[in-house]
C-alpha cells in the first residue's frame, strides 16, 4: 500500500483558492498519471502550471509544487496542490489521488511523521499547533520562537546538568576501586540537585508566563444575585452583551466574551448569581456558575459594595485554594465611606480602571520580556519540568538517608529520561499519537 497522504490544507469552504497536500514515498509519481506536467523528474522545489485530468477529464487547472524529500516539512516527497477554491473541484482532486493509492491524513500527521523523519522535535511540532491556535499577535509570537527552535535550546543545558551528576553517581557504582575520580557523596548531590532545581522554578515560572500568554486566562465572574455581575461584563466589553435588570436572578445561562489587556486574552465568563433557588432553570444556572468556577483559572468575587461581604462571599473566599480570587466592591457611586486596601469599581458608571489593572498584575509576568522570552509552556512541558523536580528531589532525600548510591541512581535516570521526552526523544508512539491527535488535518 502507498504511504502517501493527502488533506485539504485550508478550511473546506468556498474561497478564491484552496490548499490540497500530499506527502510520502511515490506521490510524484502518483501525480504524473493525473497532472499534465511530468514532476517525477523534480530535483529540488518546483512550481508548475497545469491541469489535473482523472478519466479523461479535465478537473482544474491548479499551481503545483512540488518538493523533494528529504528537504521538506515531512523529509519525505510532497507535492500542494493550489486549486481554485470550489469544494467541488477539491473534492474531485482528492477522489483522483484516493483513487491512486492515497490515504486520508490523520490529524498531525505531516507533523508528526516531520518528528519521526527527524524534521524536528517534539517541542518544535508542538508549536506547529499552537501558530495555528493563535488569537494574539502575542500567543502567536511566544509560539513562534518555539517553532524556530529557541524553546528546544533550553533543554540542552538541564539535560546536561542532570547527565553531569548521573555520570558521576554511575561511575562511582562501576569503579568504585578508583581514587582519581570525584568521590560522590550526600554533599555533592545535594548542591547539584539544588541547582537545578533553581534552574527548573525559573523554567517554570517563564513556561507559566508563557501559557497564561499563550493560552489567556479563564476568568469566572462570580456572586449574588443582583450584584452587577453582568453590568461588570458589559463594562469590561464596553458592549451590551448581557442583559441587565435590578431584578436578582436576571442571568441564567454563561454569556461569555473576550478582552485584551496588554496582550493577554481574557475569557470571561459571566454567570448566575449563586444562592438558595426553588426555581428549576436558575437552578440550572447557579449549577453551571458553580462548574464554571472550578474550570477557571481567575475569579472575580462580585460584592455589593453598598451592602459589603456577606456570608456567603465568605464561603467563596475560604472555598478557592488555586484559583486567582479578586474580591470587588461594586457600586461604589452609592458608597460615601471607603476602607483603606479595597478594591472599588462602578459597572454602572464604566468606573473599573483599578479592576484591569489588578486582572493584570495578579498573573505576576515578571515585565514586557515575557513576551519575548522563549519558554516551555505546554501542559505536557510543564508537567514534565514538574515531574523533573520531584524525581530529582527524591534523589536528594535519599543521599541524605544515607540510601544506597544505585538507588539514587534510579531516580537520577529518571530525571534524566524525562529530560528528554521534552525534546520527544525515546517517546512511544501512544504518547505522540495523543499529542498529534490535538492538531488539525492538513497540519
Ligand atoms: N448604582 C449602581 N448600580 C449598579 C452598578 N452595577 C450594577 N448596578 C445595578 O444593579 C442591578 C443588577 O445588575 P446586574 O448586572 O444585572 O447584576 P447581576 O449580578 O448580573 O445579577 P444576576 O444576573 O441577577 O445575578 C441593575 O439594576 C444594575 O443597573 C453600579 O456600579 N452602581
Ligand atoms: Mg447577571
Do not use: W
Not at 57 to 78: F, H, R, S, W
Not at 224 to 234: A, F, Q
Not at 291 to 311: F, N, P, R, T, Y
Request: charged letters at 25%.
Amino acid at each position: 500500500m502507498s504511504n502517501v497522504i493527502i488533506a485539504l490544507a485550508t478550511p473546506p469552504l468556498k474561497s478564491a483558492l484552496a490548499m490540497i497536500r500530499l506527502s510520502g514515498e511515490g506521490v510524484f509519481e502518483m501525480t504524473d498519471t493525473l497532472f499534465s506536467k511530468k514532476v517525477s523528474e523534480t530535483k529540488q522545489r518546483t512550481i508548475y502550471f497545469g491541469t489535473i485530468r482523472d478519466e479523461g477529464e479535465d478537473i482544474d487547472q491548479v499551481c503545483l509544487y512540488a518538493y523533494k524529500g528529504p528537504n521538506t516539512m515531512t523529509g519525505e516527497d510532497v507535492v500542494e496542490i493550489s486549486c481554485h477554491g470550489s469544494m467541488v473541484i477539491v473534492n474531485q482532486i482528492v477522489e483522483a489521488y484516493l483513487k491512486r493509492g492515497a490515504t486520508y491524513a490523520t490529524r498531525g500527521e505531516f507533523s508528526s511523521r516531520a518528528f519521526f523523519n527527524g524534521k524536528m522535535d517534539l517541542i518544535e511540532a508542538e508549536s506547529v499547533n499552537d501558530m495555528i491556535n493563535a488569537r494574539t499577535k502575542e500567543a502567536k509570537n511566544v509560539s513562534l520562537m518555539s517553532l524556530e527552535g529557541k524553546t528546544s535550546k533550553l533543554v540542552a543545558p538541564l539535560k546536561k546538568k542532570i547527565a553531569d551528576l548521573l555520570s558521576l553517581v554511575e561511575v562511582n557504582i562501576d569503579y568504585p576501586e578508583y581514587t582519581d575520580i570525584e568521590e560522590v557523596n550526600k554533599e555533592t548531590i545535594s548542591c547539584a540537585v539544588d541547582e537545578i532545581h533553581k534552574m527548573l522554578a525559573t523554567l517554570i515560572k517563564s513556561g507559566r508566563e508563557g501559557k497564561i500568554i499563550k493560552d489567556g486566562v479563564k476568568v469566572a465572574i462570580v456572586g449574588e444575585p443582583n450584584v452587577g455581575k453582568s453590568s461588570l461584563l458589559n463594562a469590561l466589553l464596553k458592549e451590551e452583551k448581557a442583559i441587565v435588570s435590578p431584578i436578582p436572578g436576571t442571568t441564567r445561562d454563561v454569556v461569555e466574551g473576550d478582552i485584551n489587556l496588554r496582550g493577554v486574552e481574557f475569557h470571561l465568563l459571566d454567570t448566575a448569581g449563586i444562592h438558595e433557588s426553588t426555581d428549576f432553570i436558575e437552578s440550572q444556572g447557579i449549577e453551571r456558575s458553580e462548574k464554571m468556577m472550578a474550570q477557571a483559572d481567575m475569579i472575580i468575587l462580585v460584592v455589593d459594595g453598598s451592602k459589603g461581604l456577606s456570608e456567603f462571599d465568605q464561603k467563596i473566599i475560604s472555598s478557592v485554594e488555586n484559583q486567582i480570587l479578586i474580591t470587588v466592591y461594586n457600586k461604589a457611586d452609592l458608597i460615601t465611606e471607603k476602607n483603606e486596601g479595597v478594591l472599588y469599581i462602578s459597572a454602572l458608571k464604566q468606573n473599573i480602571q483599578p479592576l484591569l489593572e489588578r486582572m493584570f498584575d495578579s498573573l505576576g509576568i515578571s515585565g514586557e520580556e515575557s513576551f519575548a522570552t522563549p519558554s516551555l509552556n505546554s501542559a505536557r512541558q510543564l508537567g514534565l519540568l514538574k515531574r523533573i523536580d520531584e524525581v530529582l528531589l527524591k534523589a536528594k532525600k535519599d543521599a541524605n538517608n544515607d540510601l544506597p548510591i544505585d538507588l539514587i541512581s534510579v531516580n537520577l535516570q529518571a530525571a534524566y529520561n524525562l529530560a528528554r521526552e521534552l525534546l520527544g526523544e525515546g517517546v512511544t508512539m501512544d504518547l505522540t499519537d495523543e499529542i498529534f491527535s490535538r492538531f488539525c488535518v492538513g497540519k
